[in-house]
């Protein structure tokens, strides 16, 4: 069988790979010059620092096959995500952990008086926050809510937190203890050669193609049995309903010799500050040494035509206008729609990886039993 895969990125790499390896001939087609999506690491070339060039992407997952199947194409370093945030002029941990309470209320607290202190401030009465800002002021109270959340996420979203679902929050934990590893996933850690070369490996087999610079037309269809499509859900429709709500990212690019802020990731929760971030590349492989900098400054803007797509919105307009392209999709034959921007969802590296294993063993499985193949199998 002949498929179509648009878009190189994690999603297409890894269908690809199952698809070829059961025999199947795989043509990828992309229309930016290099692999791998947003995830791309390129090194710079005057200080050698690998660069995470869409923003930072740390491995992170408690899915121990997804674990060993990026580990049999790279081999990764350990890496724990440690952010900071400078919050009206001082530094902080996060995720908000006892450290960051006891220095924000100047305390000495231990991990049950810190717990009860919070508890006393958290607005109790929201039984079930549906709202970011309910979730914030349900499990920090208000003034950790004000002084870390609410600025940056204004900036990051771009919306008044009351109107994002409480979702977003909830991918960040609060801990009573000096625990500072941002997240809480049994794995992690960073591929040593920087994400493109992991993609390569998992593309690295004589049954897949790849076609850079090479944006999908719909006439290339005809001559495949099946495609994949990992591009914008919108965009295949050619935005007949209107355009999907993204988040795009601009991104200040410094250089500095020695140590700039002595970490890779250091937040802004302060709204005056219009960056939500700065990034220091070199920190992300800590096992280099490097005397230059690559840091980059993160601006969080509306996601016009010709922007790359980042963060979906999914605010109440973006669900209506999705269940339509949905529908859509559903009764488009021949095509399964795949990974962030082809199911508008917000995924981690691991759910991508994870979801690309299920697809391609679902579509092996409909092929099998003759069955049609599903637009989505989520
Ligand atoms: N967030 C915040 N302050 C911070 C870090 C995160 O308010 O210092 C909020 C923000 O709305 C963000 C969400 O928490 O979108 C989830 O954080 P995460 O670090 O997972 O952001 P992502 O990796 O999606 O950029």
Request: net charge negative.
């Amino acid at each position: 069988m002949n498929v179509l895969m648009v878009g190189a990125g994690f999603s297409s790499a890894v269908i690809g790979r199952e698809l070829a390896e059961a025999g199947h001939a795989v043509t990828i087609v992309e229309q930016r010059d290099h692999i791998a999506g947003n995830c791309h690491t390129e090194r710079d070339p005057d200080t050698g620092v690998m660069v995470h060039v869409y923003g930072p992407h740390i491995f992170h997952t408690d899915d121990r096959e997804v674990w060993e199947y990026v580990q049999r194409f790279s081999t990764f370093k350990p890496y724990e995500n440690r952010v900071k945030s400078t919050v009206g002029g001082s530094v902080y941990s996060l995720p908000i952990n006892l450290h960051t309470i006891n220095q924000f209320f100047g305390k000495t607290l231990r991990p049950e008086e810190a717990r009860a202190f919070i508890e006393a401030q958290a607005a109790t009465h929201i039984d079930d926050p549906q709202t970011f800002e309910e979730q914030g002021l349900r499990f920090v109270g208000p003034e950790l809510y004000q002084a870390f959340f609410h600025g940056y996420t204004t900036k990051q979203w771009g919306c008044h937190p009351s109107a994002l679902p409480a979702s977003i929050l909830k991918r960040l934990p609060v801990r009573f203890n000096y625990n500072d590893n941002y997240f809480f996933h049994r794995f992690q850690g960073m591929p040593e050669h920087g994400y493109t070369a992991l993609v390569e490996g998992i593309l690295d087999h004589p049954g897949i193609r790849v076609h850079l610079e090479t944006p999908f037309e719909a006439a290339m269809a005809r001559d495949y049995d099946h495609v994949f499509y990992s591009g914008p859900l919108d965009g295949y429709f050619d935005y007949s309903e209107g355009r999907l709500g993204y988040r795009t990212l601009d991104f200040e690019r410094f250089t500095h010799h020695g140590d700039y802020q002595g970490c890779a990731v250091m937040n802004y929760g302060d709204e005056s500050v219009p960056y939500t971030r700065i990034t220091e590349h070199k920190h992300f492989s800590p096992w280099e040494q490097h005397d230059g900098s690559v840091c980059y400054k993160e601006y969080s803007r509306a996601c016009g035509p010709d922007d790359i797509p980042y963060y979906p919105i999914r605010l109440v307009d973006e669900k209506a206008m999705l269940a339509r392209y949905v529908e859509k999709a559903e009764s488009t034959a021949g095509v399964t729609f795949v990974g962030r921007l082809g199911t508008y969802r917000y995924l981690d590296m691991d759910v991508t990886i994870r979801e690309a294993l299920d697809v391609a063993r679902g579509f092996l499985e409909h092929r099998r039993d003759g069955e049609p193949v599903p637009a989505f199998f989520k």
